[in-house]
């Protein structure tokens, strides 16, 4: 009975790749669409993808354009390419910005741009594009049902934004004053953060590591400067503990500040 079964499952794969090659040959739309429907309703979205890919242009102007555009789209965001969805989904809410699809169309294209950003590391062309893109379809659809998933993936697109610019202060305060004062550039980086993203949950961090950037900067200043940067390192301390007077940085901060004290003479 097993050896029976996997024949036929071999037989219908052949059967099912006989008709795939055959539809690619296939000069008449209409049997591609038709065959990339019932792919796509199969799961095949590779095939799906390939056979609308052929067809797009042909239905232009025509009545079943904008099913087969959004369904191509569809097709290759299925098929995890987010990068090709993004850019049918696109094309599609820009030729119809009032379809039928328009809605899904907005959302899924801003979504795939998400499920595909990098690393924080890497370069976040794409986490920007999933911003735009999502920010979009909330302007446009404030009423429906995905926002709260939209607004949950901004937040997490500008979380992964201020994380890399965590990262890159982080880097300037370890060079130190390496060809220059990095610490300086640390500050300026993350205050740069904070600003644009204000709600981010690595705000705590940035303000963290601009309070030990200002007390290195204070600390391995010249005589003359260090009263002066060591009264911003004081500054630095109370705004951070104002913000944050539980935080499980308190104990290296409460340091912080006994030296800068002792040092300026401020009890």
């Not at 907005?106 to 976040?124: H, I, T, V």
């Amino acid at each position: 009975m097993r050896k029976y079964i996997l024949l036929l499952l071999t037989a219908l794969t052949l059967a099912s790749c006989g008709e795939y090659n055959k539809v690619l040959k296939s000069t008449d739309p209409d049997v591609k669409l038709d065959f990339a429907r019932r792919a796509f309703e199969q799961k095949k979205y590779v095939q799906a993808a390939t056979v609308l890919s052929d067809i797009v242009d042909a239905y232009r102007g025509k009545e079943k354009a904008e099913d087969v555009l959004y369904l191509l789209a569809l097709s290759n965001y299925e098929n995890k390419d987010y990068a090709s969805s993004g850019v049918y989904f696109k094309n599609y809410y820009t030729r119809y910005p009032r379809g039928k699809y328009t809605e899904l169309a907005r959302f899924y294209c801003g979504y795939g741009y998400y499920l595909d950003s990098p690393e924080p590391q890497l370069d976040q062309s794409d986490t920007m594009k999933g911003i735009e893109e999502l920010q979009a379809f909330l302007d446009y659809f404030p009423r429906s049902d995905k926002v709260s998933i939209a607004q949950n993936a901004i937040f997490e697109l500008q979380d992964k934004l201020t994380l890399k610019e965590l990262q890159n202060a982080q880097l300037y305060y370890n060079l130190g004053n390496y060809l220059g004062n990095n610490y300086e550039s640390a500050v300026i980086v993350a205050r740069n953060a904070i600003r644009t993203y204000p709600y981010s949950r690595y705000k705590e961090d940035l303000e963290m590591l601009i309070l030990k950037a200002r007390y290195q900067e204070a600390s391995q200043s010249v005589d003359e400067k260090k009263a002066d940067r060591f009264r911003e390192v004081i500054d630095e301390y109370y705004s951070f503990i104002n913000n944050y007077p539980d935080s499980p940085n308190r104990h290296e901060a409460d340091n912080i500040l006994r030296i800068a004290q002792n040092y300026v003479g401020d009890r």
